[in-house]
């Protein structure tokens, strides 16, 4: 498909007046743009709407990206990287910062957070971490004197690497090293109402040690899946058992009901030979079901009820990224707007009966095989993995810090 097609159907929705409804499905997409080669935003535009995505985050705060979703009802998070993070402990700075890149686009670019820095307190860099929770507050006592506070929230973002522990996912607890650093964000987090973000890789886990945890599990496939031995919580996937580790670790400081995003979570197309499970196949099945399980709006076990709200990583192949070859290719498209694969749904199935026709119009779709979504199937699986496929588990989900250190620090 060429991009000529893109900007027709874009012309399309104009004409026949269609609007993005503010309340389509929950599917949340990252856009970032390590990248030469990636169409203009205005052409972006109906990509988006493709896969049924109603939010966007993005890791700046683009201009022309803001400008293009102009009153297309879309949600956006945008970023302050983490080289403002001590500018904005100057009020004249972050109120400029914030007049400039928040301010500017509303209300017709619907933003409604802003994270403050990524992964900062995995940097290991402690000048970071101390400035970290005065900019949150810096950005914050700006967004209230402009009185946007109530439309604008202010968090940051985490690697899943701040837990020390992750599995079971009863046991899910902090680094004992970031406890004191992290509970104060925490307490600004419940003060000014806004979510915990959490950027979390089942694929790290799964290239670690392809040969002890079981794809299926780590892919949304049918299978056996673990049960936690403390709460008999049956879990049948690892991303699932990753979010209520995080739970978890919040409980246990006292914050039981602080909402938990899922900012980033994705599955790379391709891989250098030492990356097992770098596929087109799984990347396919990886975020085709988790598409599929946003759109059931199941929680995890540990909180059936809340809705999951997922950002996926990520929009477009990135061509400019360092490191293994799986960094450049976590896209569910190419740069010329074509899919880097089928998703295996269609955009209309997705966002359920509120979505208007013509979301699918760009996507190759394929009728999902209602059959083999296995999600509902699998709960109902009684056998468990041994007590020594738990303890991989714990060990592997921590696996991926080095690599989200590294794409981080470019973005
Ligand atoms: C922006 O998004 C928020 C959160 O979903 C929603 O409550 C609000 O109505 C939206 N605003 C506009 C102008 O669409
Ligand atoms: C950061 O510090 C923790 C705790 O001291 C350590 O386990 C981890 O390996 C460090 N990470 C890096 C990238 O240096
Ligand atoms: C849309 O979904 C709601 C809730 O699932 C249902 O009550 C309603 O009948 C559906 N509308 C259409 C047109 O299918
Ligand atoms: C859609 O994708 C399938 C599987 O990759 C392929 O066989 C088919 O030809 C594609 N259809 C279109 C219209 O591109």
Known sequence: MELSKFCCSSLVFLISGIVLPAVVAAVG?????????????????PLVRSIGASRVKLYDADPRVLRAFANTGVEFIVGLGNE???????????LAWVKANVQAYLPETNITCITVGNEILTFNDTSLNDNLLPAMQGVHAVLVNLGLDKQVSVTTAHSLAILET?????????????????????NFNVKTGSPFLINAYPFFAYKANPKQVPIDFVLFQPNQGVVDPDTNLHYDNMLFAQIDAV???????????????????GWPSKGDEDETGATIENAKKYNG?????????????????????????ALFN??????????????????????????GFSGIEVSSNTTTPGYSGNVNVT?????????LSISSATVKFSST?????????HAHLSYLIHRRKII
Not at 367 to 375: E, I, L, R, V
């Open 29 to 45: 997409i990252n856009y970032g743009q390590i990248a030469n080669n990636l169409p203009s935003p205005d052409d972006v535009v």
């Open 84 to 94: 403002y993070l001590s500018k904005m402990r100057d009020p004249d700075k972050a």
């Open 166 to 186: 992750s599995y079971p996912p009863s046991a899910g607890a902090f680094r004992q090293d970031l406890i004191e650093c992290i509970t104060p964000i925490l």
């Open 247 to 265: 739970y978890s670790a919040l409980a246990s400081l006292g914050f039981k009901k602080l909402p938990v995003q899922i900012s980033e979570t």
């Open 289 to 313: 079901n988790l598409i599929k399980l946003m759109s059931q709006k199941r929680g995890t076990p540990m909180r059936p009820n809340s809705d999951l709200n997922i950002y996926v990583f």
């Open 318 to 343: 990135e061509n400019m990224k360092p490191g293994p070859t799986s960094e450049r290719n976590y896209g569910l498209f190419k740069p010329d707007g074509t899919p880097a694969y089928p998703l």
């Open 367 to 375: 009728q999902p095989a209602t059959s083999s979504t296995g999600y």
């Open 389 to 397: 496929d738990f303890s991989n588990i714990r060990l592997l989900c």
